[in-house]
């Protein structure tokens, strides 16, 4: 099987079954796998003569490499071209940020429960980044915050402390 874009189908894969055809007396491949090519925004073929490539070293260090496998995932389809442009690449970016801004609250439930901190308390903050920057933290942010912490009781309703149980017991 060959995989190659449509664009050297004559000019390198018919020279390529001609030359094994003629050397060998078979063919090289049975099957040839056309993929599309990433074009830029104006719609040209990427390319290293015309300089309007997308180095991917460069886009890593900048935007990060999860916003570059966003962009190159979720613009590409099947045996079509992908548009690749700046744009595409900083709206990948603001995502992939979105999704680790979502993912930062469990993660700081997640070091509470293992350090056995978790509690009434971490829903309103006290003791969530020395408490102060919690209630710095956008109006947003602690909604979601303690949204995920009230479905995380809702899951969890064993390993956690309720608001009576946080009060010391008088022996």
Avoid at 1 to 11: K, S
Avoid at 118 to 146: N, T
């Amino acid at each position: 099987m060959l995989e190659t874009g449509y664009d050297i189908l004559f000019f390198w894969v018919c020279r390529m079954v001609m030359m094994g055809i003629t050397l060998t007396g078979k063919t090289p491949f049975k099957e040839i796998y056309l993929h599309g090519l990433v074009r830029d925004e104006k719609g040209k073929k990427m390319s290293k003569t015309t300089g309007n490539v997308v180095d991917p070293l460069v886009s890593i260090e900048e935007l990060g490499t999860d916003a570059l496998r966003y962009a190159l995932l979720t613009s590409s389809q099947p045996g079509m071209d992908t548009p690749l442009s700046q744009g595409v690449m900083d709206n990948a970016k603001s995502f992939a940020n979105k999704i680790w801004t979502e993912r930062r609250p469990l993660h700081h439930h997640r070091v509470r429960e293992e350090s056995g901190l978790a509690g009434r308390r971490a829903v309103h903050g006290h003791e969530l980044h020395g408490g102060g920057e919690f209630r710095a933290m956008p109006w947003i942010e602690r909604a979601l915050l303690s949204r995920c912490y009230r479905r995380w009781l809702r899951a969890s309703p064993k390993r956690c402390c309720r608001t009576a149980s946080l009060r010391p017991r008088k022996s």
